[in-house]
Every structure is written in C-alpha cells, then in structure tokens.
C-alpha cells in the first residue's frame, strides 16, 4: 500500500525559505492527487497547497498564496512543497496527503484523502 514520508522541515527565521519533501512508496502516485496539510499551535488542520493527478492543477490557501510553490515528479515519486518569505504564521507541523477520489481537480477537504504521512514540524521564529 501507499507510504508517504515527509522531510525537509526545521527551525529558520522569518523571511527564510524551507523546502519540503514526501516521497511515496508502495505505489506509483501517478494516480493520485496529493496535497500539504498543516496544523497550527492551537488551531485545526488545514489545506496549505495541492496538485491534480489528471492536468496538474494546482490551488493555495490564500495565505500562501505567491509565497508558496507545489510541484510533483511523479517519476521519483516525489512532492515537494517551496516555502519562501516564511511569517511566524507559518509555524506547524506540515503534512502530505494522497487520494484517488478525485483527480481533475484537487481539494482541501481531508476527509478526501485516503493515505497521510507522519508530518515533520515548522517553526518560523527568530
């Protein structure tokens, strides 16, 4: 079945950059569209980014919108998440999720999504 392991996280300074990784196993995620998750101290879950299976349509969270970048390289089995001019708002702990329910377009719902990564934490702080 599907494995899906974050990494890329860490402390760095307001304005800074971080780039994230979750890099699938067990299936090809060609078939699936995926998405960054994050949960704020203290707040719920929430959609940050995510790309389509079918047309690699992407949407952002109006937050991050212009800050933050998707992409996938389905060939590694790979998706990343480029995070730049990073706010303290920022901080949390950032999850990557798949799902073959829906493909030619994607979501921030997480109930949609089937198959979720452990997470690795953010702190933008100085």
């Known amino acids: 079945q599907l494995q899906l392991v974050e990494s890329g996280g860490g402390l760095v300074q307001p304005g800074g950059s971080l780039r994230l990784s979750c890099a699938a196993s067990?299936?090809?995620?060609?078939?699936?569209?995926v998405a960054w998750f994050r949960q704020a101290p203290g707040k719920e879950r929430a959609g940050v980014s995510c790309?389509?299976?079918?047309?690699?349509?992407?949407n952002y969270a109006d937050s991050v919108q212009g800050r933050f970048t998707i992409d996938r390289y389905n060939a590694k089995d790979t998706l990343y998440l480029q995070m730049n001019s990073l706010k303290p708002e920022d901080t949390g702990v950032y999850y990557c999720?798949?799902?073959?329910?829906?493909?030619?377009?994607?979501?921030?719902?997480?109930?949609?999504?089937?198959?979720w990564g452990q997470g690795t934490p953010v702190i933008v702080s100085s």
């Open positions: 790309i389509s299976s079918v047309g690699r349509k992407t």
């Open positions: 999720a798949a799902t073959t329910h829906v493909f030619r377009q994607c979501v921030f719902d997480d109930v949609a999504y089937t198959d």
């Open positions: 067990g299936f090809t995620l060609d078939y699936y569209s």
